[in-house]
């Protein structure tokens, strides 16, 4: 089990331009979350997902930003026309269905917007 | 007021010191887990605590559902220990991660 995989590792897109994060979770696991550091900051939750479904996206903004997890494959995180403000470290955890079961975190995705 | 504060926010120590992070929590949890993310930014999760203690080497975790308080301890601190020091919570019912805002550790040899 390779553990939470996300990828890319560091990503660069100029301004306008759609990013597209990656995160493959452990294998059995049909919970998965998002989180965003920005610099010299703790970690924000943005949104929790289930297979198919989003559970909680209170952390995510209005616009320009949307997430999925299907039934196959990854979970994506999706920025649209990427602003300098949007320049941060993204993490993904991922867990089993219960609550009380350790959590395990990719090595996130540095996101820089030129 | 936050769901899950910690203390102190920032720590220095000397090597080999008793290092003590205290995390305080608000809601009812399922469980609790004690992060480490080094300066390269990569997480590593240390512990995942429902009740009393767990050890891992020079790495002690505690936790009181009553009171709603969790301790991360390191004994022998050592300047590798260097990094910021997180605790999360598994909310009961929604089953939410919530983290705190994060101890920065500094180990001076």
Redesign the interface.
């Given at each position: 089990n390779a553990g939470v995989m996300q990828n890319p590792r560091h990503l660069v897109r100029r301004r306008g331009q759609e990013a597209r994060l990656r995160c493959s979770p452990m294998k059995g696991h049909s919970h998965v979350y998002w989180y965003r550091q920005l610099p010299e900051e703790g970690l924000k939750f943005m949104v929790y997902l289930q297979k198919e479904n989003i559970i909680d996206e209170s952390g995510m903004p209005k616009e320009r930003f949307s997430a999925e997890f299907p039934k196959e494959g990854p979970s994506i995180l999706r920025i649209q026309q990427v602003v300098r403000g949007d320049s941060a470290a993204y993490f993904c955890a991922s867990q089993t269905d219960r609550g009380n079961t350790e959590a395990f975190f990719g090595q996130g995705t540095r996101l820089t917007v030129v | 007021k936050n769901e899950v504060e910690q203390s102190p926010q920032n720590l220095t120590a000397q090597e080999g010191e008793f290092i003590t992070i205290n995390c305080s929590y608000s809601v009812g949890i399922?469980?609790l887990?004690w992060?480490q993310q080094h300066p390269g930014?990569?997480?590593?999760?240390l512990f995942?605590l429902?009740s009393g203690k767990k050890k891992h080497g020079r790495l002690i975790a505690t936790i009181n559902i009553q009171e709603k308080h969790s301790s991360l301890h390191i004994t022998a601190s050592h300047p590798r220990d260097s990094a910021v020091y997180?605790c999360?919570i598994?909310?009961?019912g929604?089953?939410?991660?919530?983290?705190?805002?994060?101890t920065r550790l500094t180990i001076i040899p």
């Open positions: - | 399922s469980a887990h992060l930014g990569g997480i590593v999760s995942m429902s997180i999360v598994s909310n009961f929604n089953e939410k991660l919530t983290f705190g805002t994060g």
